[in-house]
T-cell receptor, first 113, second 115 residues
Framework: AQKITQTQPGMFVQEKEAVTLDCTYDTSDPSYGLFWYKQPSSGEMIFLIYQGSYDQQNATEGRYSLNFQKARKSANLVISASQLGDSAMYFCGMGQAGTALIFGKGTTLSVSS | DAGVIQSPRHEVTEMGQEVTLRCKPISGHDYLFWYRQTMMRGLELLIYFNNNVPIDDSGMPEDRFSAKMPNASFSTLKIQPSEPRDSAVYFC?????????????FGPGTRLTVL
């Protein structure tokens, strides 16, 4: 069965530092997509970054990058130069055609000045 | 584009009442998803549609829940009768093709409280 695991319930980082949010997944299907969403305290779900299982290079979007290690089944989110506005809940998700899109329990990131 | 629109944004009702949540996906998107978010269970997919047809409703908790998509620009999620354990934030999301390999755009959510 497909599964997403986020083991860090909370992370703390200072402004301008980099932070890595962990995500591991489990699937037997070779074709899948991995997503990260941000949920600030206002509640909306904001798409950050996507990685396809066949993509050769790690995805990057501005200050966000996805450290994709296929053999280890991990898809960690790296945020460089953290900002106060990065304080939020972060969800890792996995999608596969024909099955449900599933999310991890989330990691709360707190950025301090 | 206005994004995914959900209404109402907040709903407070009493146990046993019927609740209807509404969603307008982004124009041109052919996939629509309903999710539920609770502290205990996190973010769960309830049902999704492709071209107005329900594809997977295995996440729908029980017969009290039903969802429809009568046309490409409107979907409803109905709970009848509602129970306190249905209290949650319900999100609608839409996607343009290959939704498991592309971004899903989420609406702002409906916060439902059942007393």
């Amino acid at each position: 069965a497909q599964k997403i695991t986020q083991t860090q319930p909370g992370m703390f980082v200072q402004e301008k530092e980099a932070v890595t949010l962990d995500c591991t997944y489990d699937t037997s299907d070779p074709s899948y997509g991995l997503f990260w969403y941000k949920q600030p305290s206002s509640g909306e779900m904001i798409f950050l970054i996507y990685q396809g299982s066949y993509d050769q290079q790690n995805a990057t979007e501005g200050r966000y990058s996805l450290n994709f290690q296929k053999a280890r089944k991990s898809a960690n989110l790296v945020i460089s130069a953290s900002q106060l506005g990065d304080s939020a809940m972060y969800f890792c998700g996995m999608g596969q055609a024909g099955t449900a899109l599933i999310f991890g329990k989330g990691t709360t990131l707190s950025v301090s000045s | 584009d206005a994004g995914v629109i959900q209404s109402p944004r907040h709903e407070v009702t009493e146990m046993g009442q019927e609740v209807t949540l509404r969603c307008k996906p982004i124009s041109g998107h052919d996939y629509l998803f309903w999710y539920r978010q609770t502290m205990m269970r996190g973010l769960e997919l309830l049902i999704y549609f492709n071209n107005n047809v329900p594809i997977d409703d295995s996440g729908m908790p029980e017969d009290r829940f039903s969802a429809k998509m009568p046309n490409a620009s409107f979907s409803t999620l109905k709970i009848q009768p509602s129970e306190p354990r249905d209290s949650a934030v319900y999100f609608c999301a839409s996607s343009l093709a290959r939704p498991f390999y592309n971004e899903q755009f989420f609406g702002p959510g409906t916060r439902l409280t059942v007393l």
